[in-house]
């Protein structure tokens, strides 16, 4: 009895064993053959992958993707064409050479290809990461090639203000939930009061309806109004001052947004005493098994209250939770 090929079962049989397979084996089994890649395209499975996420650099671009191991394909350019190579996090298991193809050109086709047989046409997160000084020209080509980017969360590192506004209207706004700022690079002409200017992206549709954003810039100081219609926050500044802590808590009390904002000082908050005056005594004694300072605060016509912690290493976490949730014997202040 000859053996049979999986294009000659029956479409329905070949559709379910294509969808128990991972990722990284559809994409393989579409080079197999014209009939297999076919088939494979005009019923694209949805496999086995938790999670796709690309990558820009200036001369270089990833994709990567848990199907269920990491699987890593890179786009780079050569002299007369581009290299593909795929990697696990061991090691290089494969390369092809593309002649006469931009790297650009053969990413967007990969990324294509992986997406239409993603589970859902979104990606986890897209990285833009450049060297200090770089140029953007070559990530500003990528975006402009790609049109509108549908991604969770787009993360920029090593990117200045002006380079994050070029780049965040390729972001389609509707599906952006999340907004990552690392190793924010100063820009010439920065304020000489290091505070963290958003002016060119605040306004952004981009910047207005993410629900989440995480900002390190600890030689910076930073506004708080420019974080204040965001649900989840997460800050590392150089310094927040008294009054911007007020100016949270009061927030909290009447937004109907916020959840969480967490705020690491990286320069010694000095300012406990004029603290103390506007929030009063901790809700809990403080001691050496919990040094933390806690305060709970009634939020008006709400079934939840708002919990501030201040930590021994200068972190501030500002949060909604239960009345249930509050320890005994803590004090609610109005």
Known sequence: MSSRLLI????????????????????????????????????????????????????????????PKNIIISFKPIEKGCVMSWRNDD?????????????????????????????RPVLNYFLIELLPKENCEKVLEQLTRIGCVSTNEVIFDGCT???????????????????????????EGEDEE????LQEIRQLDQWLNSKRVKVEVINFNVRIQDFLH?????????????????????????????????????????????????????????????????????????KEVLSVTLTMADRFIFRRIEIKDVPKHAVIRD
């Open 8 to 67: 000659d079962f029956p479409p329905e049989v070949t559709t379910k064993i294509l969808s128990k397979l991972d990722i990284f084996s559809v994409l393989k089994l579409r080079k197999v053959c014209y009939n297999l890649r076919q088939f494979i395209d005009e019923n694209p499975p949805k496999p086995i992958c938790w999670e796709v996420k690309a990558s820009t650099f200036n001369e270089s671009s990833s994709i990567k993707f848990e199907s």
């Open 91 to 119: 090691y290089v298991f494969k390369f092809e050479e593309f002649l006469d193809e931009s790297y650009i050109d053969v990413f967007l086709r990969e990324l294509g290809l992986i997406m239409k047989h993603h589970s």
């Open 161 to 187: 203000v002006d380079q994050i506004a070029k780049f965040l209207p390729f972001f389609n706004s509707n599906d952006l939930k999340g907004i990552r700022i690392e190793d924010y690079i100063e820009r």
């Open 194 to 197: 290091n505070i963290l200017n």
């Open 230 to 302: 965001f649900e989840e926050v997460e800050i590392d500044c150089k310094m927040m001052t008294v009054q911007d802590i007020i100016s949270l808590k009061e927030n909290f009390l009447t937004s109907s947004t916020l959840t969480s904002f967490n705020i690491l000082i990286d320069a010694e908050f000095d300012e406990s005493e004029q603290l103390h005056a506007f929030f009063g005594l901790p809700s809990l004694p403080i001691d050496q098994d919990n040094p933390d300072e806690k305060w709970f605060f009634r939020i008006p016509d709400n």
